[in-house]
Structure formats: C-alpha cells, structure tokens
C-alpha cells in the first residue's frame, strides 16, 4: 500500500531524490518519522547512544494537542530525558483526580511515599515537544521540522529507509537506514504500509473527543483536574495554566455540541478560541516492530484519553524502541530478538489497558469496547 494516497498532497511527489550527501545513498543508523514524545523519546536515547539519528517531523513547529495531564510516574522517566528540567512547562500540579465515574464526585490521590504524595502534573504540550525535541538535538540526532515521510524503502522483506519530502521544490530525498521508527501517531506511517493487519483493527466503536480552552477563574477546578462519567459519556475538566483550562468530552453517541459549548463548571469562563476534535477510536498495530523497525507512541497503540497515562505509554514505548535499538547495533542482541521483545513488551502493556478501560465503560453501560 502507498503511504501518500492518504495525503493528497504527497501524490504528485516524483520528484528525483535530491543529491543531499548528509544522507542520500548513504545509510545513517536510525531514521525515526514523527517529533512527539515518543518519536524525541526514541531520537535522544539513539543519539545518546552513539547512533547516527534523523528525526523527521511534518509540522513546522510543535503544536497544541491534548494529552496535557501527565501521571506522577511520568515524572522520572522526563527527569532522564530531559536533565536540564521540564519545571518551565509545567502549568499546575495536583495530588490526584475528582472521579465521579457513574457515581458522585470524589477527590481520589495518586497515593504517597516516605517523600510526600505523589503528585501528577499539567504541561503545555506545544512546549514540552518543543523541549524534547531540543534535547534530541543535543544529544546529536538531526532534527527535519516540515519534512514529509513518503513511502518507505522495503528490500528483501526489510524496511531499510524511506523517501522523505523537505519544504520547497526538488526537496525529495532518500534516507537510508538499518532502523526505522514509525512514530507518526494516528498517520500510521508505516504499519499502513505493511498489509491489510498493519495497522490493526479497531478495538472500539468509532470514537471523537472534543476539546477546548478557556481563561478567566474556576476556583473549583483549581485543586485538581475532574473526570465524570455516566450513560452518555464522559467530560474531563483541568485547570493547565495561570487563568487557563482545558475541557475535553467523549460522546458514546455523538451529539451536536455548538462551537462555543463549555462544561456547565466552565460557564463564567471565556472560551480560548473554538473547539477541536482528535479521532481517538482504539486501536492496537497489529505488526508492531520487525527487524530493523519499530511502532511506537499512539501508532502503535492508541487509547482515549479516559485511559489516563497516554503521554506515559508513548514516552516508554520511544525509550524502549531506541534502547532496543541500540542495543542491536551494540551486537548485543539479535534484531529479531529485538523485535519480538518490543512486541510481546507492547501487547502486554497495551491489552491490559484495554482490559481495564472496556470494564471501566462496562460500568456505564457502553458496549463495543475491548
């Protein structure tokens, strides 16, 4: 299957490969397509570990997405990716979650230790992706903002690099590489590629979130963010900022909301512009890493956000593709090895998710999920 049919403007892309010596006809050690959180994940530890790394990303600057509240766990494993601090994005901290999961609202912690409670956190998303993709630059991997991923190279059976569009004309390139990591998120980059089972079947029914900002005072949301559930569906409510919020809601019949809707707690707020949507159906690659290749972060598998540790699981899944891959490259262990590690790794992690949040919806009564 060709990868550019699903961007129109990828199609008429045939052009010859630019003669670029960084790196066309000549293989670097990693190729990874996608700047979020999992894709920087993957680029630091690879660059950290002596890889030749390119990190292609679409966009020309890291955007607003939601996926802003982090789980305490998050917390060490950024402090390693990003030693220099992540303080500066951090807009609120809170100590745990209103849930109000078909029931009345209660204030549920994340729990303690000999330190102190556990403590979750809300980021800017669009500046905690522009931090992690300045630390993969640091740490020696090269950085392609507005750059396109084409279809990719397969010799053999192996995926050994991709075609890859820069900004401008006469800008198409081929990059080789002995791996490659797919995290382009929902695009699916390269599990489309593979087959009608790459990109997996869906493990829900079809489902859309909708989400927003407003600004103003919400004094009962500043203590901690609110998710609350019943028949229809759920809203998660969170304050992300100084004077700022987020909203999200997941309707399990889609309703038409108006552009301007707010949660009834938000209604003496300004709305931040319009609503959004992000397509948040369940999904689970169903080839998730070969030898020479990886899926990581939601292209390998994608959860709604009631799910509650998104962000967490594309940060492992990126940390644990690049240290496999490292790992290969080290001669220390067998590229199938390496694959079938990560798979059994991902599926594991992922099935229990998805076990725990059908039985959640069980609750409510929604059915189609798992």
């Not at 029931?103 to 549920?108: G, N, Q």
């Not at 740490?139 to 053999?156: H, T």
């Not at 590489?177 to 929902?186: E, P």
Request: charged share 25%.
């Amino acid at each position: 299957m060709d990868a550019r049919r699903d961007d129109p403007d990828e199609v008429t892309v045939d052009d010859p490969p630019a003669k670029d010596p960084a790196c066309d006809g000549a293989a670097v050690d990693v190729l990874i397509a996608g700047g979020g959180p999992a894709g920087c994940a993957a680029a630091i530890v690879c660059a950290a570990g002596g890889l030749r790394t390119v990190l292609v990303e679409r966009a020309d600057a890291p955007r607003d997405r939601p996926g802003e509240a982090l789980h305490p766990g998050a917390e060490a494993l950024l402090a390693r990716l990003l030693p220099e601090g992540f303080e500066s994005v951090v807009g609120a901290r809170h100590e745990g979650i209103t849930v109000g999961w078909g029931s009345e609202p209660r204030f549920e912690p994340f729990g303690s230790d000999e330190d102190g409670p556990w403590r979750g956190f809300q980021v800017d998303r669009r500046r905690l992706d522009g931090l992690l993709l300045d630390r993969a630059r640091q740490a020696g991997a090269e950085v392609r903002m507005s750059c396109r991923v084409l279809e990719p190279l397969v010799e053999g059976g192996a995926v050994t690099g991709a075609r890859t569009r820069g900004p401008g004309p006469g800008r198409a390139a081929v990059v080789r590489a002995r791996t490659v990591i797919d995290a382009t998120g929902r695009a699916r980059w390269a599990s489309r590629t593979l087959g009608p089972t790459g990109a997996g079947r869906a493990r829900s029914p079809r489902l859309l979130i909708r989400y927003g900002y407003a600004v103003g005072a919400c004094p009962v949301r500043d203590a901690a963010p609110a998710i609350v559930a019943d028949h229809t569906g759920w809203t998660w409510t969170a304050r992300v900022g100084a004077a700022r919020y987020q909203w999200m809601r997941l309707d399990f019949v889609p309703e038409q909301r108006s552009r301007s809707w707010l949660p009834e707690e938000f209604a003496g707020l300004t709305p931040e512009g319009p609503a959004r949507a992000a397509d948040v159906t369940w999904r689970l690659c169903g080839a998730a890493a070969g030898p020479g290749w990886f899926v990581v972060g939601d292209a390998g598998a994608l959860l709604d956000p009631a799910s509650s540790h998104g962000v967490l699981r594309a940060l492992l899944s990126g940390w644990t593709a690049g240290g496999l891959t490292v790992a290969v490259a080290d001669g220390a262990l067998d590229p199938h090895r390496a694959a079938v590690t990560y798979r059994r790794w991902l599926y594991e992690g992922a099935e229990h998710d998805i076990h725990n949040l059908a039985g959640m919806y069980a609750t409510l009564g929604a059915q189609g999920f798992g």
